[in-house]
């Protein structure tokens, strides 16, 4: 049972597009990662959420937490080839994160 | 500071073999997880020790095992392998104090293939 719903699964875009990630649930989590993974490389953190509604941005990077705690966004304006990659949101019910659940990942591709 | 270690980076088993995988944390962290990555599924928690405890553990078989010791790097054994269980395995430390912005640092994984 995938307790995180990551969509899209694949999405090629062009330079200069913008595009939205979404990650649901059913369930709430104490708070939310998204990751990013390149081939050969282990997930890298971009960020955590923990309040419901936050909003937090990282350059043209923007993450939502929704109001429940169920939902998760991750909006790029402008997308660059440099963003290509791995996209992972993580979910924790703890708190501390020690135990992590997974979206299936979306797995972007920036056409230059 | 040095990252998280993962060795060895590749491994080819066939199955029935058991295999041990490594894990050495970032200097001062407490907490191991361990997570299997695979196409169909994703990426999966495994378990978690925290001061050579388990602390944590996922819905894997009981073919799948670890430890951590005095110095927090931590071991991980799979026995009677199978085909299934291709994958890469990741490693990821934290200092494991149970606060929200507790951050996990993953190392490049241990890439196994059963044959």
């Known amino acids: 049972t995938q307790l995180l719903e990551q969509s899209p699964q694949f999405l090629s875009i062009q330079e200069g597009e913008n595009l939205t990630v979404y990650c649901n649930s059913s369930?709430?989590?104490?708070?939310l990662q998204w990751y990013r993974q390149e081939p050969g490389e282990g997930p890298v953190l971009l960020v955590t959420v923990v309040t419901g509604g936050e909003v937090k941005k990282l350059k043209r990077l923007t993450f939502q937490f929704g109001d429940a705690r169920k939902d998760s966004s991750l909006h790029i304006t402008a997308a660059q080839p440099g963003d290509t990659g791995l996209y992972l949101c993580?979910?924790?019910?703890?708190?501390?994160?020690?135990?992590?659940?997974f979206g299936q990942g979306t797995r972007l591709t920036i056409n230059p | 500071k040095a990252g998280v270690t993962q060795t060895p980076r590749y491994l080819i088993k066939t199955r029935g073999q058991q295999v041990t995988l490594s894990c050495s944390p970032i200097s001062g962290h407490r907490s191991v997880s361990w997570y299997q990555q695979t196409p169909g599924q994703g990426l999966q928690f495994l378990f978690e020790y925290f001061s050579e405890t388990q602390r944590n553990k996922g819905n894997f078989p009981g073919r799948f095992s670890g430890r951590q010791f005095s110095n927090s790097r931590s071991e991980m054994n799979v026995s009677t392998l199978e085909l299934g269980d291709s994958a890469l395995y990741l490693c990821a430390s934290s200092s494991g104090q149970l606060h929200l912005s507790n951050i996990q640092y993953f190392g490049a994984g241990t890439r196994l293939s059963v044959l």
């Open positions: 993580a979910g924790a019910r703890d708190r501390g994160a020690q135990k992590l659940v």
């Open positions: 369930s709430v989590f104490s708070s």
